[in-house]
């Protein structure tokens, strides 16, 4: 079975400042990964997503990820947050069938959130 | 109008009742799941659904039943509800296949309080 870690419950950040929300996973076949975004109140959206091909991946709203299959990880960066990031962000994984020509199981296995809060 | 909607937005409960949470879809999606939502503790998939004939179960599928009544409709039943199951569940859809995006779209969700 796989498994996702967000390795930060909250991360508290002043408004221009970088952010990195970090998320490592393990699974014994290759998956594909996702990043979403939940505002309050709101349901999630998706924010970028790994499939195959290069290992940096540009989301919406000026977020990018790095999947580092080594070190199994898919670390979310933004180089200058505002204060409309604020949300909770998933990180989520979904197993790859094998011999399937790259079709995906179809369900997703979610990290345990992480909180970002951007200051003024 | 929003792809994927849930009826009720928020419900209050009694322990012991059965409640139906439902969801549409207009994305014309095969694949739909419901989720719970837990301070801490992510989104955990409860079960899901690959086509009509087809319901199998997620990791937190005790206390809960589906029905999956048309392509576009997909009801959570809590058949004897209890207190931990407070939480916000959310509906999501998909569609399958090779070279596709694999994007689930989710609903607004329902906050659902068990008392």
């Known amino acids: 079975a796989q498994s996702v870690t967000q390795l930060d419950s909250q991360v508290p950040v002043f408004e221009e400042a970088p952010v990195e929300l970090r998320c490592n996973y393990s699974?014994?076949?290759?998956?594909?990964l996702f990043w979403y975004v939940q505002y309050p109140n709101q349901g999630l959206q998706l924010l970028l997503k790994y499939l195959s091909g290069s290992t940096l991946v540009k989301g919406i709203n000026g977020f990018e990820a790095e999947f580092n299959k080594s070190q199994t990880s898919f670390h979310l960066r933004k180089p200058s947050v505002h204060i409309s990031d604020t949300a909770e962000y998933f990180c989520a994984v979904s197993k790859v069938q094998p011999d399937a020509g790259g079709t995906s199981y179809g369900k997703l296995t979610f990290g345990q959130g992480t909180i970002l809060t951007v200051h003024p | 109008d929003a792809d994927v909607t849930q009826t009720p937005r928020n419900r209050i409960t009694k322990t012991g009742k059965r409640i139906m949470l439902e969801c549409s879809q207009t994305?014309?999606?095969?694949?739909m799941y419901w989720y719970r939502q837990d301070p801490g503790l992510g989104l955990r998939l409860i079960y899901y659904?690959?086509?009509?004939?087809?319901?199998n179960k997620g990791e937190i599928s005790d206390g809960y039943s589906v029905s999956r009544q048309a392509q576009a409709k997909f009801s959570l039943s809590l058949e004897s509800a209890i207190p931990n199951q407070t939480a916000l569940y959310f509906c999501?859809?998909?569609?399958?296949?090779?070279?596709?995006?694999?994007?689930?779209?989710f609903g607004p969700g329902t906050r659902l309080t068990v008392t």
């Open positions: 699974s014994s076949v290759s998956v594909y």
């Open positions: 659904s690959f086509d009509v004939k087809d319901i």
């Open positions: 994305k014309g999606h095969d694949r």
């Open positions: 999501a859809t998909s569609d399958c296949g090779q070279g596709l995006d694999y994007e689930q779209y």
